[in-house]
């Protein structure tokens, strides 16, 4: 037998050079590392994240979206020490334990609604596979068998697993799997970058539900449910629209006999200024998928959330008529209490409520970028801003990227869509230094 010596000194090794040894990043051109830093993170607190050489970077887009109360929260470290202590996890399969149901409870009570039945999981891919799987299987068991087929919206974004991935519309995560995904339709996008000048948010929006209506008169026998990113296509940048399309799509979807999946992953728990962006039309979808902020961005945690009228199809003892989908970690202990402690932030706070001051201050000083020459369709939706960058550059990603880590800010672009995602703890002295460091972004990057 071999004995392998530890890593000789391995403290004198960059994090940044070990970690390239064994380490496949996500979403990541491994080769541009040989040009492009890679930044070990050491620890967090607020909106910070701290690296090995003692810098700091402001967090702008929450870690991927997820966070929501900043790095390092003491109430949410202190709930996830104390669930430590009792139990860990145990299978969710003929067990059960007090964190996954008194989230299951407080999920049901804060989600529009009679959405009530929780199924867990661990990311939110994971999630969408659920809820296209359980419809799918409803209308099996409802004998419509016809009923197979998805629709999603032009842009949108539902994960990177295969079936998650059938539905998104998004080239660069789709045009390489397209041979191993089963066909999806996709309906015009109500993002509002696409209506003609001088037609308002909420007119474009009716047209893009016209296409819908269309589509599915057509197809409505063989759909078994729209999924759509309610109120802001987060991937394809940050692509905004009005509620109005949400109440056409509940209203064709009920029409048609077809479900609606609202995909609530990157803008549910108050990123769009209400605690779901589903509130802004008052519906209700069929099935309801959440995860990122659902822990407060802590744990990989994921429900997919559905009605009675669901439930019931399902509710036999006959394995052929259960939905015998299963997650090793489905309903982990640590990720519901890390969550239930997130909800509690979130109530006792008032973040709904502050956040809109938040909201005000950072869209008021952020005129000065909506101003710049070189920017294009400024936009803000909750505390989500967006704006395009007039740049012939390809580089201008990873350009933005670099300057602004150099301006202690941690911005990761679309394409030539800038945004700003920030954690909801996120202060005026912090908020000064974001826009300001865009600012000299701008202007370094489109001279
Ligand atoms: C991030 C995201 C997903 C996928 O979640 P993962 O945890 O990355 O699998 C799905 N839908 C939307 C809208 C998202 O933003």
Redesign the pocket.
Known sequence: MTHIAPHPASAAISLEHRSLQTVWHPCTPMKQHETCPLIPIVRGKGVWLYDAAGNRYLDAISSW?VNLFGHGHPVINAAIRDQLEKIEHVMLAGFTHEPVIALSERLKQITPGSLGHCFYAS???SA?EIALKMSFHYWQLCGKNQKTGFVSLQND????TLG?LAVTDVAVFKDTYAPLLRPCAHVPTPDWRYAEPGESAENYALRAAAALECYLAEHHTQTAALIL?PLVQ??TGMGMYHPIYLQRARVLCDQYQVHLIA?E??VGFGRTGSLFACDQAGITPDILCL??GLSGGYLPL?VAMTTDAIYQVFYDTDAAQAFLHSHSHTGNALACRAALASLDLLEQNHVIETNKAKAEYLTRRAAIIANHEKVNNFRHCGMIWAFEVDTHRQDFATQCFLIGLSQQLLIRPLGKTVYFMPPYVIGEAEMDLLVDGTLHVLDTLTV
């Open positions: 979206w990311d939110g891919a969408i974004y539902h994960g990177e998650a990113e987060g991937a995909d992953i990157a995860s990122k994921s």
